[in-house]
Nanobody, 122 residues
Framework: QLQLVESGGGLVQPGGSLRLSCAAF????????IGWFRQAPGKEREGVSC????????NYADSVKGRFTISRDNAKNTAYLQMNSLKPEDTAVYYC???????????????WGQGTQVTVSS
């Protein structure tokens, strides 16, 4: 059964850091791209970052460039999102998704995790 499981969310103060993980089960992780998305209350889901199957290509939303770093370890079937210099506006549920190519469009991804809450507050 194909499954994506996010972890690593939590409560952090502004300026702090978190590392999210996305573990894949039941499919060949290395043959697809991973996207990270987030959704804040009352807002649409937005693309945060993506990484291609071989990690040769990455993309970031302008709002997180220079602060977030996406990576993957295909041997461990896991992708990561390192988030530094967190701001209150980063507060959202973060989702990872699996799809054929690295894009920032949610509709391009077929498989999704259940999400992990990130709250940035003092």
């Amino acid at each position: 059964q194909l499954q994506l499981v996010e972890s690593g969310g939590g409560l952090v103060q502004p300026g702090g850091s978190l590392r999210l993980s996305c573990a894949a089960f039941g499919f060949t992780f290395r043959f697809g791209a991973i996207g990270w998305f987030r959704q804040a209350p009352g807002k649409e889901r937005e693309g945060v970052s993506c990484i291609s199957s071989s990690a040769s290509s990455t993309n970031y939303a302008d709002s997180v460039k220079g602060r977030f770093t996406i990576s993957r370890d295909n041997a461990k079937n896991t992708a990561y999102l390192q988030m530094n210099s967190l701001k209150p506006e980063d507060t959202a549920v973060y989702y990872c998704a699996f799809g054929p190519i690295c894009t920032m469009k949610a509709s391009d991804y077929k498989y999704w995790g259940q999400g992990t809450q990130v709250t940035v507050s003092s």
